[in-house]
């Protein structure tokens, strides 16, 4: 496998800077690892479509690709549209070996980077009057919810401020005003926003209007995008393939 192409495969969104912000974050990858093939592919919405990024490896010679799904968590995504592509890539091409790597999530590097990014945004960890919302994009799959709200729990154990909750752009409660309501209660008087997500677009930006609807000049943390502990995850990622057949739940064999 030492070989085989890294395909990276994120959502997609209509928002260019959803996609410039992939694009940044795998010319890390690509920086830390110039020995390796690192393909940048799209689930939807965004080019190239990862369909047609497997058919050119195939058609470039490789005998297999690893994908690298740049999700955070074990949502529909991860679960259904992932293991379908790499099947159908199989069944077009017979001899050619799509294996998936795990979600990035969960995985303490994510926690940490979305920490940094808050601190970087001005964030002061000894502030008691500060409520802290992670918001996350909100899925209909609970331990993907799960997963935001045990990492804001644990910011709350962790730092010295009024709380520190999750809250979700959709299909998962609480929403950005039941948190702010939530962190009133334990006596915030200001408010910032951590970011749960990998790029800026349409459920970032339902976010950040929320926070400005509900509070007065909130601190807004910047998505994890490039960071560095983003770049190790991804090729950590991908490395443990060669010791663990694919990772990813429902994946074809």
């Given at each position: 496998m030492s070989d085989a192409p890294l395909v990276a495969v994120a959502h997609g969104s209509r928002d260019p800077r959803s996609a410039a912000a992939i694009?940044?974050?795998?010319?890390?990858?690509?920086?830390?690892?110039?020995?390796?093939?690192?393909?940048?592919?799209?689930?939807?919405?965004?080019?190239?479509?990862?369909?047609?990024?497997?058919d050119a490896v195939h058609d470039h010679g490789h005998s297999e690709a690893v994908i690298v799904p740049l999700l955070l968590g074990h949502a529909f995504h991860a679960r259904v549209d992932v293991p379908r592509v790499a099947s159908e890539a199989e069944r077009r091409h017979p001899g050619f070996r799509v294996r998936t790597a795990g979600v990035l999530g969960p995985d303490q590097r994510l926690a940490g980077a979305a920490r940094d990014r808050l601190l970087q945004a001005g964030v002061d960890s000894?502030?008691?009057?500060?409520?802290?919302?992670?918001?996350?994009?909100?899925?209909?799959?609970?331990?993907?919810?799960?997963?935001?709200?045990?990492v804001a729990a644990r910011w709350e154990r962790e730092n010295s401020w009024a709380g520190a909750v999750a809250a979700f752009a959709a299909a998962a409660e609480p929403d950005v005003p039941a948190a702010v309501?939530?962190?009133?209660?334990?006596?915030?008087?200001?408010?910032?926003i951590g970011s749960w997500f990998?790029?800026?677009g349409l459920l970032p930006d339902r976010v950040i209007g929320h926070a400005h609807d509900q509070v007065r000049d909130p601190t807004i943390a910047e998505p994890m995008a490039d960071h560095p502990r983003l770049v190790e995850l991804v090729l950590q990622r991908y490395t443990d393939v060669d010791r663990?057949?694919?990772?990813?739940p429902g994946s074809p064999r």
């Open positions: 694009h940044a974050l795998l010319n890390a990858v690509r920086a830390e690892r110039p020995d390796l093939d690192v393909r940048t592919a799209f689930l939807d919405l965004s080019d190239p479509r990862v369909e047609d990024v497997l000894d502030d008691p009057e500060l409520g802290v919302i992670l918001a996350g994009a909100g899925s209909s799959y609970a331990p993907a919810n799960r997963l935001v709200s045990e309501r939530t962190l009133r209660e334990r006596g915030a008087r200001r408010f910032a990998l790029a800026p663990t057949e694919d990772l990813l």
